[in-house]
């Protein structure tokens, strides 16, 4: 088995919102709330879940973009959790991110030269015409023209903007990536090109993918690993074909029978709907967070909150009755 590359024990992020002055006043939001997880060197890993369970929080944290409320994160072995600014500095060029939405993370008023070589700057990459080398290196690598190292991201479509903010991400040649709703934004052509570079990349630059998004054909296509998450927890983890074949998590069989279907002998079998609002993270119902919207809670489901236990074959489930098993 390939080596971990970042393992999260217990994490958790709460946000104190509603301000107050005095303390217990305002609320907290569970943003995250005990996450544990190993994402393995060369893996694609794709969390999903619906809007406002914890995906971006999770990631962020995992970076330390943002700093968690409590847990440890641990980068090829080393805690990374306390790590001063000057240690996460030199991190840094191992861990990136790249956002949804390239437009609002690409500075309008910078040619694409200085948008790739700002981080090579920072880094100290190397004289100025290494750095010149370096960017049409990464213009190449994202399959762009070296002569729009002189245009500015106005002047490119959705698709380019989405591979200048890969070729960034990738300038102090990283081996974790978050992709954070990456190819969300983009037209289903161009979000299959992009996903065809993000592999070829893979491949070529040994990287492991965090993937965070909420399109489950995106994570069927392009996923070795799935973690659903549901109000800040992960309810289900395994394998990509074993999770669309069996998911164990009726919160997994809901979200993946919600997704529109190719053969239309399939779209016309009965599904069972999810029903009941998502509770909010600020106000978690007790016992299983998931049973005022689960079809199958039983009583021991409103009073106790189940763990996520392994299933054995890199499976793991927190319900008290897993289906399929
Ligand atoms: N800075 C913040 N202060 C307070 N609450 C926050 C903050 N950032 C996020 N939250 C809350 O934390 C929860 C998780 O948010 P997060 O953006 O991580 O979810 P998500 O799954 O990525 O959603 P989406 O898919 O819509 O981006 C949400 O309830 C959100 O409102």
Do not use: W
């Not at 002055?21 to 619906?50: C, H, M, N, S, Y």
């Not at 890199?314 to 399929?324: M, T, Y």
């Amino acid at each position: 088995m390939n080596e971990i590359v970042i393992s999260a024990r217990n994490l958790t992020k709460h946000y104190r919102v509603g301000g107050g002055t005095l303390a217990g006043q305002g609320k907290v939001v569970r943003a995250v709330d005990g996450v544990t997880l190993d994402i393995r060197e060369r893996e694609t890993f794709a969390l999903v879940g619906e809007s406002g369970c914890g995906k971006t929080t999770l990631g962020r944290i995992m970076l330390r973009l943002q700093e968690p409320s409590g847990g440890q994160i641990s980068y090829r072995g080393q805690d990374i959790t306390a790590l001063d600014d000057a240690g996460m500095r030199a991190l840094r060029k191992k861990l990136q991110i790249v956002f949804q939405d390239p437009y609002a993370s690409l500075n309008p008023r910078m040619r694409i030269e200085d948008i790739l070589a700002e981080p090579l700057r920072t880094h100290g990459y190397g004289s100025a015409e290494v750095i010149r080398d370096r960017c049409a290196e990464l213009l190449d690598m994202v399959g762009l023209r070296h002569t729009y190292l002189r245009n500015y991201p106005h002047q490119f479509s959705g698709g380019q903007r989405q591979r200048i903010g890969i070729a960034r991400a990738l300038a102090n040649k990283p081996d974790f990536v978050v992709c954070d709703e990456s190819v969300s934004a983009l037209d289903v052509s161009i979000q299959a090109q992009v996903l065809n570079l993000l592999s070829d990349l893979q491949d070529e630059l040994k990287l492991t993918y965090f993937f965070i998004t909420h399109d489950l054909s995106v994570v069927r296509q392009f996923a070795d690993r799935v973690g659903v998450m549901f109000l800040g927890r992960l309810v289900e983890v395994g394998r990509t074909e074993d999770i669309f074949a069996g998911p164990l998590h009726p919160y997994t069989m809901l979200l993946i029978s919600a997704v529109p279907r190719a053969d239309p002998r399939q779209r016309t079998r009965e599904r069972p709907l999810m029903t009941g609002e998502i509770p909010s993270p600020m106000n978690l119902p007790p016992g299983c967070r998931f049973h005022t919207r689960c079809p199958f809670a039983k009583d021991i489901c409103r009073t106790h909150d189940p763990d996520l236990q392994d299933m054995g074959q890199g499976r793991a489930v927190a319900c008290h009755f897993p289906l399929n098993s």
